[in-house]
Nanobody, 114 residues
Framework: QVQLVESGGGLVQAGGSLRLSCAAS????????MGWFRQAPGKQRELVAN???????NYADSVKGRFTISRDNAKSTVYLQMNSLKPEDTAVYYC????????WGQGTQVTVSS
């Protein structure tokens, strides 16, 4: 049974930084893709960033240059370093992983105050 457990969300002022972590249990190193989605109130869930097993990364245009995704396969963990946060980054952030099916974390709230 694979589980994704997120941590690192919270409240921060605009311009601040947060680092999200997502640890996978039960498998982890076998994931083709790991990444982060977010969902703001009244909006659809959207991709923030992901990385594949080869190390390639992909970012939403809205976070390019501010967010950095990284992955530690030995620890089955993916990270999202978020800098220069803006109020529009406020959302629930979900960890996502894919290995023959989609896996989701429970979500962690990120709130950026102006």
């Amino acid at each position: 049974q694979v589980q994704l457990v997120e941590s690192g969300g919270g409240l921060v002022q605009a311009g601040g930084s947060l680092r999200l972590s997502c640890a996978a249990s039960g498998s982890g190193s076998g994931f083709n893709t790991m990444g982060w989605f977010r969902q703001a109130p009244g909006k659809q869930r959207e991709l923030v960033a992901n990385t594949n097993s080869g190390g390639s990364t992909n970012y939403a245009d809205s976070v390019k240059g501010r967010f950095t995704i990284s992955r530690d396969n030995a620890k089955s963990t993916v990270y999202l370093q978020m800098n220069s946060l803006k109020p529009e980054d406020t959302a629930v952030y979900y960890c996502h992983a894919y290995a023959f099916r989609n896996y989701w974390g429970q979500g962690t709230q990120v709130t950026v105050s102006s």
